[in-house]
């Protein structure tokens, strides 16, 4: 199995990114494990509608170019389905019997284009709370080293 995760821009955090790195490699003992960085579209700081419209739209071109037909998609999206830990870890579970290897998207700082919604396989939500995209990350990395462990039915600590 195969776990991409795929965000626009990089992380200046030291916190986060040694908290990603740690839950990377965690992960790493179950599936090859890999995170990229896409290219996130500069916009100014009064940008249009319009300005956001197109620069998600690109985004998602860019990274829509990344993900292969026989992967799954988890989208992580503020008007995704929010799940508690074992009904994520079930959805991971039923989603790799099908195909085996997943992928986990993050939108910028703007949001996502409706392309990359129409692609989703899962559409995940991790809070009402509003999250960087790199906070999510991180997030999202303890929660997929989680669901990992209960679908072994390893404990881990709550």
Not at 7 to 20: A, F, Q, T
Not at 121 to 136: G, I, W
Request: charged share 30%; aromatic share 10%.
């Amino acid at each position: 199995m195969n776990i991409r995760f795929l965000i626009p821009g990089k992380c200046r955090e030291k916190y986060i990114n040694d908290g990603v790195n740690e839950y990377l490699k965690r992960i790493s003992k179950y599936a090859k494990v890999s995170l990229t960085y896409l290219s996130e579209e500069s916009l100014p700081d009064n940008a249009s509608d319009n300005q956001i419209k197109k620069a998600l739209s690109i985004e998602a071109e860019r990274a829509l170019k990344q993900i292969k037909d026989d992967e799954v998609l988890f989208l992580v999206d503020v008007h995704g389905k929010k799940y508690d830990s074992a009904s994520f870890a079930k959805v991971m579970e039923e989603k790799t019997s099908i195909k085996g290897n997943l992928v986990f998207l993050f939108g910028s700082s703007y949001g996502l284009d409706d392309s990359l919604r129409k692609r989703a396989d899962v559409t995940f939500s991790l809070s009402d709370f509003t999250f960087t995209h790199y906070m999510a990350l991180l997030l999202t990395t303890e929660q997929v080293y989680r669901s990992m462990k209960i679908m072994r039915g390893e404990t881990y600590d709550k």
